[in-house]
């Protein structure tokens, strides 16, 4: 079945440091791959997301790039703030016939000190 | 805002109680989903609700009931419940755009079973 593998942290950065969080899926079919973002006391938010191979997804300074050679859509993002504190959530939805449903990571827990 | 409202955002409540969770979003989605979120394990999908009718039950134990009246609400009904279920319970709903499934969730009820 489908899966997503992310590092599970947590991360600590400085402010203004890179950051990269790891992501890699296994599916069947060509899936979707999204990014969601919970910051503390909220819901899933979505932050990007790609829906074919080479595509690269891209929101508040985020980036992530759909690699389907090595099924990875890892997040960057050059210069981290403070207010980026959250847990960060790969998923994917498969381009079956269940394409409604997500698959999630395990989510990364990122804090950004000042 | 994403548009997806639940209440109440806390809960607490004994293995004796029957208390029902409440989702509403008025973006003319036209599916609904629930997902409990525990610490340290990925998201877990529950139900899902396409048109009003319910299109997965991920093997969710019989004391948690939902229901969908409408396409714009979903209950989630919860009797005789055990500590372990104390988590974080997500309501969502999803839109096509651009040809792929994206999911748009509520800031959850915390629920706590004593």
């Known amino acids: 079945g489908d899966s997503v593998t992310q590092m599970e942290g947590p991360v600590t950065l400085s402010e203004e440091a890179f950051l990269t969080i790891n992501c890699t899926y296994t599916a069947t079919g060509y899936p979707s791959l999204f990014w969601y973002v919970q910051y503390p006391g909220e819901g899933l938010q979505l932050l990007l997301k790609?829906?074919?191979?080479?595509d690269k997804g891209s929101n508040k300074g985020f980036e992530a790039t759909y690699r389907k050679e090595t099924t990875s859509f890892h997040l960057e993002k050059g210069s981290v703030q403070v207010s980026d504190s959250a847990v960060y959530f790969c998923a994917l939805s498969d381009s079956g016939g269940s394409n409604y449903k997500l698959t999630f990571g395990k989510g990364t827990l990122l804090t950004v000190n000042p | 805002e994403t548009g997806v409202t639940q209440t109440p955002r806390h809960l607490v409540m004994g293995m004796t109680n029957k208390k029902s969770l409440k989702c509403e979003q008025h973006?003319?989605?036209?599916?609904m989903y629930w997902y409990k979120q525990s610490a340290k394990k990925p998201l877990e999908l529950m139900f899902v609700?396409?048109?009003?009718?319910?299109?997965e039950n991920n093997s969710v134990p019989s004391r948690f009931s939902p229901e969908c009246p409408n396409s714009s609400h979903l209950f989630l009904h919860l009797h005789t419940l055990q500590p372990e279920d104390s988590a974080l319970y997500l309501c969502?709903?999803?839109?096509?755009?651009?040809?792929?499934?994206?999911?748009?969730f509520g800031p959850g009820t915390r629920l706590t079973v004593l």
């Open positions: 969502a709903s999803s839109q096509e755009v651009a040809g792929v499934i994206v999911q748009f």
């Open positions: 973006l003319g989605h036209n599916a």
């Open positions: 609700y396409n048109f009003k009718e319910q299109t």
């Open positions: 790609a829906t074919k191979a080479d």
